[in-house]
């Protein structure tokens, strides 16, 4: 961890809403004027898509369970050594990993190389002059047998919706954006399910602030559901681990007034409504990323 060259990690699995998290950060970033290195957790996977696949069958075939949440799967010490790196110098490498032709010709066009969809790019520095280092994936918080991703993180946050309403979007997600039928998607979330307790779950009791969203609407069977909830067909479950109140001077009273119809479940945690969300996290998030700058600044 470091004052001088903060990292921030925001961690969930494949289609919990992290990307709204990370748009969040995003408008706080302009806003603010910081200049992050952004890292997709999708870069640190180690093998390209093609590749993966053959190593998904060959475990198949020998009976063993292999998925992207899984260390088998994944470069936990390079990214234990990006974090480390990035805060104890401002630098570190990172790479790209192409999900579609659109990413792939402009990764092109600026690397001069000639790659294609599932593919990573080649390894790069981080750009210098980098306020912070902000990570976007499933394993920002991830520890286990020879590695531990989490304690070199100055602000985890974890995205954790409940499990069906986890699978609702991700089905449609898939099915949508991918063409995969819903026979193929539960065949994945089978798949994934013991690497899914063992090495994402486990990750949520090492954030410092855990977004759940929690659906007011019938959801008993994903499979079946139509549409995913709407935000204001939800609420949004904000949980503070015990210390990161006072470390980070978290105020309730402050929240509880500023976000309509909020009130506090827990001694630890508030609840928003879902339409609200976006606005609860750039309200919280805002003065711990600004209390980072100015530590960062006052260290010269």
Not at 22 to 27: D, I, T
Not at 135 to 156: F, I, M, N, P, R
């Amino acid at each position: 961890m470091s004052k001088r060259h903060p990292v921030v990690a925001v961690t969930g699995s494949s289609g919990a809403g992290t990307s709204t998290v990370k748009r969040a950060f995003e408008h706080i970033f302009a806003r603010e004027g910081i200049t992050p290195a952004v890292v997709e957790g999708d870069s640190y996977h180690r093998y390209e898509r093609m590749p993966m696949k053959q190593a998904m069958a060959d475990a198949l075939a020998r009976g063993e369970n292999f998925s992207h949440f899984g260390p088998e799967a994944n470069l936990f010490d390079k990214l234990e050594e990006l974090f480390r790196s990035y805060g104890e110098t401002g630098a570190g490498q990172k790479r790209y990993y192409l999900h579609s032709a659109e990413e792939a010709a402009e990764h092109n066009a600026r690397l001069g190389v000639d790659l294609g969809p599932g593919q990573f790019t080649p390894w790069e520095d981080i750009p210098a002059g980098t306020d912070l280092l902000f990570y976007e994936g499933l394993h920002g918080g991830v520890k286990g047998d020879g590695y531990d991703v989490a304690s070199l993180a100055d602000l985890l946050v974890g995205v954790v919706p409940i499990t069906n309403l986890e699978w609702i979007q991700k089905i449609h997600r898939d099915n949508a954006e991918r063409g995969y039928s819903a026979e193929a998607i539960v065949d994945t979330i089978l798949r994934r399910m013991p690497d899914y307790i063992n090495h994402i779950c486990p990750q949520f009791g090492e954030t410092d602030i855990n977004f759940q969203r929690v659906p007011t609407v019938d959801t008993s069977n994903p499979f079946i559901c139509r549409n995913i909830p709407t935000p204001d067909e939800s609420f949004v479950i904000i949980h503070f681990r015990k210390g990161a109140r006072e470390k980070w001077g978290i105020d309730f009273n402050y929240l509880l007034n500023m976000i309509h119809d909020s009130f506090m479940s827990s001694p630890t945690s508030i609840v928003v409504n879902g339409g609200k969300m976006g606005f609860a996290m750039e309200l919280i998030l805002t003065p711990i990323i600004h209390r980072m700058i100015e530590e960062k600044k006052n260290l010269g």
